[in-house]
Nanobody, 119 residues
Framework: QVQLVESGGGLVQAGGSLRLSCAAS????????MGWFRQAPGKEREFVASIHWSGETTYNSNSIKGRFTISRDNAKNTVYLQMNSLKPEDTAVYYC????????????WGQGTQVTVSL
């Protein structure tokens, strides 16, 4: 059974940093694309960033504008999201997800971790 478990969320003041982690189990995702999404209250879920097994990254530059960095440790089947210069508008539930690189849809999702940024 595939499981994605996020951790690292919490409450932080504006300008602060958090590092999210997502550990995958149940199978090896070495060749898959791992991504982060977020959903704020009353808003649709939005793409944040993704990373290919090769290390190639894609960001939603409009919303994070160079403040976030995605990385992965294939040996640990884990993806990370380093978030710096956090803003109140970054407040959301953050989800990690995994997809086959030849498919567009993410097949596996974590349960989410809450990130709250206060003024």
């Amino acid at each position: 059974q595939v499981q994605l478990v996020e951790s690292g969320g919490g409450l932080v003041q504006a300008g602060g940093s958090l590092r999210l982690s997502c550990a995958a189990s149940g199978r090896t995702f070495t060749t898959y694309v791992m991504g982060w999404f977020r959903q704020a209250p009353g808003k649709e879920r939005e793409f944040v960033a993704s990373i290919h097994w090769s290390g190639e990254t894609t960001y939603n530059s409009n919303s994070i504008k160079g403040r976030f960095t995605i990385s992965r440790d294939n040996a640990k089947n884990t993806v990370y999201l380093q978030m710096n210069s956090l803003k109140p508008e970054d407040t959301a539930v953050y989800y990690c997800a995994v997809r086959n690189p030849v498919r567009s849809e993410y097949a596996y999702w974590g349960q989410g971790t809450q990130v709250t940024v206060s003024l």
